[in-house]
């Protein structure tokens, strides 16, 4: 579906180029939550990136994090259609650029299937590293990229943590 990587479209993406030599494709990510913004047409993507980061820094190595873990944000969203739920079970995501400057998107997994037509333009935030081994990724403990989430988070937030769920 996609001519260029998705990666192309993101308007910072400083923070995943950090981690990776190759950013992997949006194939077979774990999806964990979609987030519909309340202030206007935008969607929020919560997702385990498809492998672990090729560039590791020393405390995930430490801490024998192996998940990486990304919210991806789709602005100026119209044409939404949704069925089913998150699972945390594997999807894919599909993205074909239209006239500029609109992107198709396209997600499917099981139990899910989201379309949607978007601003070309992706944000990416959220980036932190966990072990999978401890469990439920939910109540993991996180290593966050970001120095503000660094400084406020150990642990993903309630799904009422409005600054982490609704701002990147």
């Known amino acids: 579906m996609a001519t260029e990587p998705w990666h192309a ?3 910072d993406r400083e923070g995943l180029t950090r981690h990776y030599t ?3 494709p949006l194939e077979r ?3 964990r939550s979609v987030h ?3 202030w206007g047409p935008t969607l929020t993507l919560r997702f385990d990136l498809p492998r672990f980061a090729d560039v590791v820094p020393p405390e995930w190595a430490e801490a024998g994090c192996d998940r990486l873990e990304c919210q991806v944000e789709f602005l100026a969203v119209r044409d939404l259609r949704l069925r089913g739920m998150p699972t945390g079970r594997l999807a894919d995501v599909e993205l074909a650029a239209r006239e500029r ?3 198709d998107v396209s997600l499917r997994g099981e139990g899910i ?3 949607l037509t978007c601003a070309d333009t992706l944000r990416v935030g959220h980036l932190n590293a966990y072990r999978s081994a401890d469990g439920d990724p939910n ?3 996180r290593w966050f990229v970001g120095p503000v989430d660094r400084r406020l988070y150990t642990t993903l937030p309630p799904t009422t943590g409005k600054s982490f769920y609704e701002r990147l």
Do not use: G, I
């Open 29 to 31: 990510v774990t999806l």
């Open 139 to 141: 109540r993991a403990r």
């Open 22 to 24: 190759h950013v992997p």
């Open 113 to 115: 299937e989201l379309d």
């Open 9 to 11: 479209f993101v308007y």
């Open 101 to 103: 400057p609109w992107l």
């Open 36 to 38: 519909l913004s309340p």
